[in-house]
Nanobody, 123 residues
C-alpha cells in the first residue's frame, strides 16, 4: 500500500485546513487509517484514526472537538478547524492491517506510512 498525503499549507490561527491521504497499491490489505504529526524536537503524536468502514474513529486529546476524520474508499481526510500555532507540524498518514477497536493510536501498530505534509499555523 502506498500513501500520498496532501493539503498542508500555511494558515493563520483560527483558520482551517483539510488534509487528504490517498491509498493505492494493494488497498485490500489495510483495516484502518490514521494521522500522526511531528513538530521539530518533539515525538510523533497521534492525531486521529478511522476504521476502514468509517464506523469507528479515535482522536488525540489535543485535537478532540476541533479536528474531524472521515474517509471514502481508499482516501482519508482530516478536517482541521480552529487551528492553533501548536498544531504546526509535519502530518503523516498511516494505514494498518490489524483490526483494532477503537482504531489504534499507537504509531508502532501502523504498517504503512505516507511522506508527510507540512502544516504551519501563524499566530
Amino acid at each position: 500500500v502506498q500513501l500520498q498525503a496532501s493539503g498542508g499549507g500555511l494558515v493563520q490561527a483560527g483558520g482551517s485546513l483539510r488534509l487528504s491521504c490517498a491509498a493505492s497499491g494493494f488497498t485490500l490489505d489495510y483495516r484502518a487509517m490514521g494521522w500522526f504529526r511531528q513538530a521539530p524536537g518533539k515525538e510523533r503524536e497521534f492525531v486521529a484514526a478511522i476504521s476502514r468502514s468509517g464506523r469507528y474513529t479515535n482522536y488525540g486529546g489535543s485535537v478532540q472537538g476541533r479536528f474531524a476524520i472521515s474517509n471514502t474508499e481508499n482516501t482519508v481526510f482530516l478536517q482541521m478547524n480552529s487551528l492553533k500555532p501548536e498544531d504546526t507540524a509535519v502530518y503523516y498518514c498511516a494505514a494498518n492491517r490489524s483490526p483494532y477497536y477503537p482504531p489504534s493510536d499507537l504509531a508502532r501498530t501502523y504498517d504503512y506510512w505516507g511522506q508527510g505534509t507540512q502544516v504551519t499555523i501563524s499566530s
